[in-house]
């Protein structure tokens, strides 16, 4: 039985190695040649003095172009010349798949490539250490997510993708040919997480594309992003679900912290894990604070990009990185959304991470008439919906959810400049490839 080994790591026997990865670095120095061979887990040298190694063997091996992937094997010999402790002289290789010349971007050239390049090469940009730990952070936020939700006993689930309407109706949606009808991308599972809420499925979760026809050019917004949404029946209030989302963000930060401490090192990066509870601002602290700020908002704007940072930096002088914006005007806010009577506001929150949206949530109205007039009020056909609104018509208990764009999540945990660092093939109105 062949032995179990690692992909592309190291398999040693008796004092012999054999080692697969990719030729990162050739230094041909007269009497001796040294190989520098990079895998998943880092590099190791394969020195080649030119009196011990095999003639054919040196020449395959120091002309070999960068990039190559090969299997080495040789000699394992201590050496306190390398950061592993150990060197490998060579006795026989394979190439597995020489690469071209010239590559269409270094791997560890330390010039600036610009992100175009780097996106539309990314195979060869994920090489980078630095970069592909970026990814396997991801997986790991991921893998803590799942776990604190269904410590809380919450149930995953997955909602269709194309669908006939949109959880918010309009512009944000990209419609498909569905054979000879028109069907749209899911935007949010929003209704659906709703209607299973009238099932006993009383916790829910689902991490999966979202799809958002809209044509921002910014840093934290793509057309395809991964949104972590839950849902929690017979709450009382909104203040469950922010409990909930706060408790599950901890989980999250404290987890990665620790686990990701390898992958957190070869980005530079560390995670500061912030006190709790989360503060609370209301919407109208917030309006005054970017008021104060210099920009002139009326009751019932949205905060906006502008709005946002100022209210991050006021936070931040208070050493404050994530914090709630709850009592968003009504009007503000989707229909599905419970008002709060007697004012012009609304049970619904942002959770905010340094000044940048990374969540939006709230209780939602259960009660079938009050939510009908909410439709109408925001011009929608409550037929439309007809599909949505039957679950409410025979017992819908009390609600209430969220939805995280786990990009934007990342992104401000590692404070990378762009949300499409977070994404390994990100989708803009101006990116559909690789
Ligand atoms: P914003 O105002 O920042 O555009 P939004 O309020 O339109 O966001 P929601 O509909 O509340 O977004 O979606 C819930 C969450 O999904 C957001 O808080 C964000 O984390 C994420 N999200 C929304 N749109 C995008 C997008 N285009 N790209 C990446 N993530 C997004
Ligand atoms: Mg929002």
């Known amino acids: 039985m062949a032995a179990i080994k690692d992909s592309g790591s190291i398999s040693v026997e008796d004092g012999v190695a054999t080692v697969r990865g990719w030729v990162q670095d050739i230094r041909n120095m007269g009497g001796i040649s040294f190989l520098t061979l990079r895998d998943r887990h880092g590099t190791i040298q394969i020195t080649m003095p030119k009196k011990k190694v095999d003639p054919d063997l040196f020449g395959l ?28 002289i060579p006795t026989s290789a394979e190439v597995y798949s020489e690469a071209g010349v010239p590559l269409p971007m270094g791997v560890i050239d330390k010039v600036n490539v610009e992100m ?36 809380n006993g919450f149930v995953q689930v997955y909602t269709p993708k194309i669908s006939a309407a949109g959880a918010e109706g309009g512009a944000e949606l990209f419609q498909v040919q569905y054979f000879d009808r028109p069907a749209y991308l899911a935007q949010s599972p929003q209704l659906y997480k709703q209607i299973l809420m009238s099932t006993g499925l009383d916790r829910i979760f689902e991490i999966a ?76 602290e917030c309006l005054k604070i970017a008021n104060e700020g210099g920009l002139g908002l009326k009751d019932g704007d949205d905060l906006g990009t502008e709005g946002e940072k100022i209210v991050g930096d006021a936070m931040a002088a208070k050493g404050i990185d994530l914090y709630f914006i709850a009592e968003y005007p009504e009007e503000a806010k989707p229909f599905y959304i419970m008002e709060k009577d007697g004012t012009p506001y609304s049970f619904s929150f942002d ?25 109408e009020k925001k011009g929608l056909n409550p037929e439309d919906f007809s599909f949505y609104l039957d679950a409410f018509r025979y017992g819908m208990p009390p609600h209430g959810g969220w939805g995280i764009g786990i990009e934007r999540l990342l992104v401000k945990m590692l404070d990378l400049p762009n949300i499409r660092e977070a994404i390994l093939f990100p989708r803009d109105p101006s990116r559909l490839s690789p």
């Open 116 to 151: 175009d390049t780097r996106l539309n090469n990314r195979f060869m940009d994920l090489r980078k250490p630095e970069i592909r730990a970026i990814f396997e952070l991801k997986s790991m936020m991921v893998g803590l997510i799942e776990e604190a939700v269904r410590k």
């Open 209 to 284: 594309p979202a799809f958002r026809a809209e044509r921002s050019n910014t840093n934290r917004h793509v057309t395809e992003f991964i949104s972590f949404d839950g849902e929690m029946s017979w709450i009382e209030n909104e203040e469950e679900v922010m409990a909930m989302i706060e408790e599950i963000i901890d989980y999250v930060l404290t987890g990665l912290k620790e686990r990701g401490r390898k992958q957190l090192e070869a980005i530079g990066k560390d995670i500061s894990v912030p006190a709790r509870p989360y503060p609370v601002l209301t919407y109208s």
């Open 61 to 88: 091996l120091t002309k070999l172009p960068r990039e190559t992937a090969v299997s080495i094997t040789g000699d394992v010999k201590a050496s306190n010349q390398t950061s592993l402790g150990l060197e490998i």
């Open 351 to 375: 959770l905010d991470y340094r000044g940048q949206e990374i969540s939006s949530g709230g209780q939602r109205e259960h009660r079938y008439d009050r939510l009908v007039a909410r439709m």
